[in-house]
Every structure is written in structure tokens, then in C-alpha cells.
């Protein structure tokens, strides 16, 4: 059965600096990867999908990176704002797309 | 488009009632998914569709029912409420297996 790990679970930061959220999986026969963004009371955003043959991908300050053999995957924000304050969800997809999620990262960036 | 629309937004139920949660999409996709996400936790799939007519189970199906009789319309059925169900219940809609989902905004279901 796939796990899917978050690490930290929460993080803290003034604006401006760069930062890493990790993600780790058990079971490395997976079709993508996927990062979503979840503001409070709201639903899921996606961010940045990874085929499982692609290695990363970018999108403005975030980049996400994809090891399928280690079962890793980061997510990189570049200078941060208070704007990018949410939860960071790591996603997993499985035949059919279904997606096994991790418990989320909840970031804080101070002004 | 509206994108994926859930109603309510929330309810409160007593416990042994029923309710249907509704989702629509109108973005004409084939794949819909029901997830459930517990206070701190990740989310967890219910049901899943992957055309009209056709529904599977996910991982914690116990207590839920779906029907899929339009492309359009995705509906989750909770028979008997419990305090377990107690949660905020999140429909998701994609074109085909390796692209995003798309969330909707969430119905946030208080048992008691």
C-alpha cells in the first residue's frame, strides 16, 4: 500500500528567504506526481504536476523535482512572500489517476 | 465555466440520518473522484468514476454510496451517519488519468 510522507510538517519563515518541502513515497510504480496548494477553508489548487518519466518542473518561484527510485520529490519556493502562506499537499497518482496524498506541510511566511 | 461545484457548503446531520452531497463539473470530464480529509491529515479517496455508468470503490468506502448517471454529475450518498463521518468532503473532476484533478471547494458534513 503506497505512503506518502511530508516533511516538515510545518515551517516557519520571514519573507524573502527560499525554502524546501519534501515528500517521500514507499512504492515507486507511480504515474505522477503532483503538488497542490490548499488555503484555509478552501479547496485544492494544483501547482505543478511530474509525469514519472519527467524529472521536474517549473512554474515562476516553484520548481518540484521528481526521484522515482529513491522515492523523493521536493518542492522549491523561491523568494518567498506572505502570499504563499498555505498548506502544500504532495500527491501521488496511481492507475487511474487516484491519488494518495500526504498530510501536507503548513507554511508561514512573516512580513 | 463554473468548474467543479459542491452544495452545501456545510450541514450538520444526527447521527442514523442520511444526506446526499452533490458535485457537478462542467468541464466535460470522464474521470470524478469523492475524497474525505480528516482535521491534519491528507486526504483520502471514497469513490472514483472514470465515465457515465461506471463508479469503483477507493479506500475507505464503508458508509458511502455513488451514482454516475451523467457525465456531468457526481453524487455521494451517506447512508446512517456517523460521528466517524464527521469531515470535510472534497469532489474532483480530470479529462484523463495523467492529467491534474480539479477540487472543488469542499462540504464540511458535522455529525452528532
Known amino acids: 500500500k503506497q505512503e506518502v510522507t511530508q516533511i516538515p510538517a510545518a515551517l516557519s519563515v520571514p519573507e524573502g528567504e527560499n525554502l524546501v518541502l519534501n515528500c517521500s513515497f514507499t512504492d515507486s510504480a507511480i504515474y505522477n506526481l503532483q503538488w497542490f496548494r490548499q488555503d484555509p477553508g478552501k479547496g485544492l489548487t494544483s501547482l505543478l504536476l511530474i509525469q514519472s518519466s519527467q524529472r521536474e518542473q517549473t512554474s515562476g518561484r516553484l520548481n518540484a523535482s521528481l526521484d522515482k527510485s529513491s522515492g523523493r520529490s521536493t518542492l522549491y519556493i523561491a523568494a518567498s512572500q506572505p502570499g504563499d502562506s498555505a498548506t502544500y499537499l504532495c500527491?501521488?497518482?496511481?492507475?487511474?489517476?487516484?491519488?494518495?496524498f500526504g498530510a501536507g506541510t503548513i507554511l508561514r511566511v512573516k512580513s | 465555466n463554473a468548474g467543479v461545484t459542491q452544495t452545501p457548503k456545510f450541514r450538520i446531520l444526527k447521527i442514523g440520518q442520511s444526506m446526499t452531497l452533490q458535485c457537478t463539473q462542467d468541464?466535460?470530464?470522464?474521470?470524478m473522484y469523492w475524497y474525505r480529509q480528516d482535521p491534519g491529515m491528507g486526504l483520502k479517496l471514497i469513490y472514483y468514476s472514470v465515465g457515465a455508468g461506471i463508479t469503483d470503490k477507493g479506500e475507505v468506502p464503508n458508509g458511502y454510496n455513488v451514482s454516475r448517471s451523467t457525465t456531468e454529475d457526481f453524487p455521494l450518498r451517506l447512508e446512517l451517519a456517523a460521528p466517524s463521518q464527521t469531515s470535510v468532503y472534497f469532489c474532483?473532476?480530470?479529462?484523463?488519468?495523467?492529467?491534474?484533478?480539479?477540487f472543488g471547494p469542499g462540504t464540511r458534513l458535522l455529525v452528532l
Open positions: 500527491a501521488v497518482g496511481e492507475y487511474g489517476n487516484k491519488l494518495v
Open positions: 474532483a473532476s480530470g479529462y484523463v488519468g495523467w492529467e491534474t484533478q480539479y
Open positions: 468541464m466535460n470530464h470522464n474521470y
